[in-house]
């Protein structure tokens, strides 16, 4: 399905480049382009999440989020002239790229660094005037000494 997509991208683009014609191909012409490359990356993104599934029997949900957040760019790119006379159709694409733009900031934030995560969880400690805010490393420079940390 891939190469048959890139195949049809290639032709559309060459047809296009090669051809006769005297008018831009910036209007319908490059949004059908537009389509065929959105449609060789998710079916280059589906077949990752596959791959990955069947490697580590691991669901990628940010690789899930992206898939479908390209889907859904592509469906507004391409969508046909005199489709803003239908809102609900815009108004479910807005919210399913508000939705699936949110899902995948929360995935991201939640996988940054769950220690880091936890340490904004708990309140950091006030230093008294003459605390130096350096904390020494023990002596192979791993970490902080058991005995500063008891202070």
Not at 12 to 29: I, K, T
Not at 83 to 96: E, M, R, V, W
Request: proline share 5%; charged share 20%; aromatic share 4%.
């Amino acid at each position: 399905m891939i190469i048959a997509a890139l195949i049809q991208l290639i032709v559309n683009v060459g047809n296009e480049l090669f051809a006769d014609s005297q008018q831009s191909w910036l209007g319908d012409d490059l949004i059908k382009v537009l389509g065929d490359l959105l449609t060789v990356l998710i079916a280059l993104e589906v077949l990752q999440n596959v791959t990955s599934y069947l490697r580590r029997h691991v669901v990628q949900i940010e690789l899930v989020l992206v898939t479908a957040l390209t889907a859904v760019a592509r469906k507004v790119i391409v969508l046909p002239p005199g489709s803003d006379d239908k809102p609900q159709l815009l108004a479910g694409l807005g919210i399913a790229s508000i939705a699936l733009a949110g899902a995948y900031w929360l995935v991201k934030r939640a996988t940054i660094d769950p220690a880091l995560s936890a340490r904004s969880r708990t309140k950091p400690t006030k230093l008294s005037q003459g605390e130096d805010q350096f904390v020494p490393h023990d002596a192979d420079g791993e970490g902080p000494n058991a005995a500063d940390l008891q202070r």
